[in-house]
């Protein structure tokens, strides 16, 4: 029988799985770093959970299990998160910082940085209004680019606050807000031209509210905005991004980050900050992407708590690297390789690799090669040290260390092992 | 809208989580030793990959995905493992030495020691025949059991050799072999009575076949089983059994491990050795279970290649180690907490926290807490200091450092952090 596995799916194979882990390993620790924790989920919920909110029940997989329940396998994480904080409110000690690395299926059509399972790192800051929250968020992720080895020339971080642009362009008299602010969420996908005729088009707005629009869109600094004429809302909405900003200067991360008011972030939920992580050259879609929200615990059956997440993919993430030369070769971890030269010495040998496993990782035959082939071997698998166990060195008590990075031998005392 | 959980299914809270990572860091630490790499393929697979072998294929979550596919997720890793084998066989450098944590589901009655969710260890190693194969995956084995220092007295391998139970039941006149292994199979969950009366009903066995059938179970040591009169199938397999337990003696495992032929394991694929591993109460179900297999990657596709494994879930374990109070009380890794004593030095204690995390995990105030609740924060998170940072230190360039360990508190300047 001759099975593929699905389309949009990976098989992860030693060497796919040690450049899954370095991101893996990356993520836990930039987090780590900022006092988060890890939690998790199970992979199938009510379908629901989804239904209800989120925006992707379209991309489900949901089913009837077999007590027919309808259940869905997570096409994100937020909804379970929201639950998991509602079930126990009470009890939770505020600020919540958590984090998770949350395997996803979407049914999507699968291409370049979009797969159907993929994993998805997000870290949540639940319980805190101040914008110290937002800044942690952020400064955690500029953390996992460093951690990389990402330069601010290489990817950053574009920043806005729905608040400020609702009331900007309330401000020059533009009424659907909504439909509005889905038209900037594409423009990076339109061309100018397209872009101020979609909004032309769509709203009948004339040449000098467009013109308003994108001038508003043109706006990099605080000091730009700070030089409009701004109602009470709206300039408390930017003291909002002023603070955002300089603590950001103080967790050394501001050169990844630029101010830019045409981030959307095309879920409701996002109430104030937004940000989305862009490589440089705008080769690949966004690496991540997240924001303040309000109400979702709340949505979900809890009490009101304000919260700053993150969602990071894998597969974007990865190709990017990939696309930068920045995915380390990564060897198996091998300390030691324990190499018998004759089966007569197999039991000594397999003491001594015994012995060693208190050191390190450690491998041993288990096929009966020559010498030679267990040299070459030892060394495609970037073994560090080869212990040649024979039979005369046993005699006087003693083997062979090669040292694989110098290439150079020498007999060392069993006893010193 | 209020939502639970499904049933049979886990929240991982950031406690649970602790204790979850505290397992699977001792399956990796023992894998990793012994020089296994990790893999994972997708959570959903074609159906077809267990309807055609699995004998699990009755309690999968099946269903038909928007592409009209009949797609499955896993109750197992094996066939998929056996499947990325056969794919790239030719490519792949023999002994492979893989391990997974493969997160699983399965439609049974969740009950004490099993759920619908569960994450399973794998651990297989392919392309070696000798036994020298077979005594690394139960020396793993063992080295999970001394990482959860889990002793001899309190959880034991029981070790079979199915050849040599068939061969040994063959010469006692059994015909029926598979109907009295799937039998022998039960015996734990029998009375002696009951096992008895079933073998004799079953297959209208007199009494002298039903007492050399539990004479033959009764054989503890492998000089017992060379006092038989064994035709030469039976000693090649006794042979077998007799160099796999020299090996587990020199990897000191031996303490560990006591020969059973009562151990069947129910999966069909098992040709050779077989183990399970159980608590000495035996309180609850098998705690992990594997053995040697022939005919796995054909099965699947490629070429045949001998192989051995060992699975290990997460259920049973966990409450194995609660029972024996092996589950350590683990705290949040956080190094350092920083305490702004006001707003007024927040951005200076904020400039500290990011210096600080050069070194380790550092946490800071979020919600503008007061000085005395703050220490007691930081104290209920477990952090090993605390920096209070205050207006009169800053101006002699200077800060308190509070070992909570020792309670001992000091200045610092802050060219020294």
Known sequence: MKIQNLIGTR?????????????????????????????????????????????????MYSFMDKG????????????????????????????????????????????TGRLREFFQFNIDCLGAESMKADAEVIATTVEILKQLKITPKEAYVRISNKKVLMELLKDIGVEDIESV??????????????????????????????????????????ADLEKLKLNDETRKAVQELKDLFLYLDTYEAKDYCELDLSIIRGLDYYTGTVFEVFDRSRKFRAIAGGGRYENLVADFGGEKCPGVGLGMGDVVLQKFLEEKGKLPDLKKDVDYYVAPISDKVYAQALEISQKL????????????????????????????????????????????????????????????L
């Open 181 to 222: 602010l889905k038209i900037i969420d594409k423009k990076d996908k339109l061309s100018d031209n397209d872009f101020e005729n979609l909004l032309k088009a769509a709203y009948k707005m004339n040449d000098e509210m467009v013109f308003g629009i994108k001038d508003i869109l043109n706006i990099t600094s605080i």
């Open 11 to 59: 098989d992860f194979y030693p060497k796919d799985m040690r450049l899954q882990n370095y991101i893996f390993s990356a993520w836990r620790k930039a987090a780590e770093k900022f006092g988060y924790e890890e939690v998790d989920a199970p992979m199938l919920e009510s379908a629901d959970l989804w239904k209800s909110k989120g925006e992707l029940s379209e991309q």
């Open 68 to 111: 027919d329940r309808e259940v869905a396998i997570r096409p994100e994480f937020t909804p379970s998160l929201a639950r998991m904080v509602a079930q126990k409110q009470k009890e939770l000690q505020k600020p919540l910082r958590w984090y998770g690395i949350i395997r996803c299926w979407r049914y999507e059509r699968p291409q």
């Open 357 to 416: 496993r208190a050191k390190g990782n450690v491998e041993i035959d288990l096929v009966g090669r020559s010498l030679k082939k267990q040299m070459d071997y030892a060394n495609s698998i970037g073994a560090k040290k080869v212990v040649i166990v024979g039979e005369k060195d046993l005699e006087s008590n003693q083997v062979t260390v090669k040292n694989m990075e110098t290439g150079k031998e020498e007999k060392q005392p069993l006893a010193s």
